[in-house]
T-cell receptor
Framework: GDSVTQMEGPVTLSEEAFLTINCTYTATGYPSLFWYVQYPGEGLQLLLKATKADDKGSNKGFEATYRKETTSFHLEKGSVQVSDSAVYFCALDTGRRALTFGSGTRLQVQP | DGGITQSPKYLFRKEGQNVTLSCEQNLNHDAMYWYRQDPGQGLRLIYYSQIVNDFQKGDIAEGYSVSREKKESFPLTVTSAQKNPTAFYLC??????????FGPGTRLTVL
């Protein structure tokens, strides 16, 4: 079945450091890929998405490129801020049912 | 403003009680979803509905029930058959079969 694997956290960085959160997936067909962010005690917010191979999703300085050959969708940001501290979820959708989520990666950014 | 509302934000249940979590959306989306989130884990699908008067079981439907009598409403009942209901419950909706929009969540605690 479909699955998403994310790097385990927490990821602890200093402000202005470079961020990478790895995400790989297994799916039949050609899924759409998503990154969602969850701040403490809140629901999930869509951060970015990509719907086909080689697409790059971007938002608020975050980027991720849909790599079909490596089945990956790694999240990157060039310079993190304290306000980026949250849990980040990678997810996929094959259009058959609902999103399949990874287990989430907690990011802690220290001033 | 368009969006998804969930109520209550916090809910406490005694052993043997049924409780109902509310989810309402004014985005005119056809599809709605319920997920359960446990600490340090990703989201697991409980039920989903792609159209009014129709719904399907997700991966962990046992001990839960839903209804979809109106397009904008998708209430979730946690029955006494659910042996470990303490969790954070998230409702979502979508229109284009992939991008899902989430409510703020309900935290359920069994006393």
């Amino acid at each position: 079945g479909d699955s998403v694997t994310q790097m385990e956290g927490p990821v602890t960085l200093s402000e202005e450091a470079f961020l990478t959160i790895n995400c790989t997936y297994t799916a039949t067909g050609y899924p759409s890929l998503f990154w969602y962010v969850q701040y403490p005690g809140e629901g999930l917010q869509l951060l970015l998405k990509a719907t086909k191979a080689d697409d790059k999703g971007s938002n608020k300085g975050f980027e991720a490129t849909y790599r079909k050959e490596t089945t990956s969708f790694h999240l990157e940001k060039g310079s993190v801020q304290v306000s980026d501290s949250a849990v980040y979820f990678c997810a996929l959708d094959t259009g058959r049912r609902a999103l399949t989520f990874g287990s989430g990666t907690r990011l802690q950014v220290q001033p | 403003d368009g969006g998804i509302t969930q109520s209550p934000k916090y809910l406490f249940r005694k052993e043997g009680q049924n409780v109902t979590l509310s989810c309402e959306q004014n985005l005119n989306h056809d599809a709605m979803y319920w997920y359960r989130q446990d600490p340090g884990q990703g989201l697991r699908l409980i039920y989903y509905s792609q159209i009014v008067n129709d719904f399907q079981k997700g991966d962990i439907a046992e001990g839960y029930s839903v209804s979809r009598e109106k397009k904008e409403s998708f209430p979730l009942t946690v029955t006494s058959a659910q042996k470990n209901p303490t969790a954070f419950y998230l409702c979502a909706s979508s229109q284009d079969a992939n991008t899902q929009y989430f409510g703020p969540g309900t935290r359920l605690t069994v006393l």
